[in-house]
Nanobody
């Protein structure tokens, strides 16, 4: 059974930073490709960042390039999303996903960027 638990969300002022974590339980974490998605209020879920199973390749949505960094620690079964220079339009529920033959999802963590 694969379970994903996100943490690190909260309220931050524009220009601030947050670091999201996603802890994955279950076997084969090092074989999962991992992603962070977000769903702004009233909008559809969108891909924010993706990292391969080995961590040697990442890609980002245009809206977050240069501000967000995805990384993983396969020894700790955890993936991270470092978010810098946050903007109000980054406000959303952020979801962690794992993919190996199928997708697995976390419950989401709220990020609110507001003064």
């Amino acid at each position: 059974q694969v379970q994903l638990v996100e943490s690190g969300g909260g309220l931050v002022q524009p220009g601030g930073s947050l670091r999201l974590s996603c802890a994955v339980s279950g076997p084969f974490f090092s074989r999962f490709s991992m992603g962070w998605y977000r769903q702004p209020p009233g909008k559809e879920r969108e891909l924010v960042a993706h990292i391969t199973s080995t961590g040697d390749e990442t890609n980002y949505a245009d809206a977050v390039k240069g501000r967000f960094t995805i990384s993983r620690d396969n020894a700790k079964n955890t993936v991270f999303l470092q978010m810098n220079s946050l903007k109000p339009e980054d406000t959303a529920v952020y979801y962690c996903s794992a993919r190996l033959l199928r997708y697995y999802w976390g419950q989401g963590t709220q990020v609110t960027v507001s003064s």
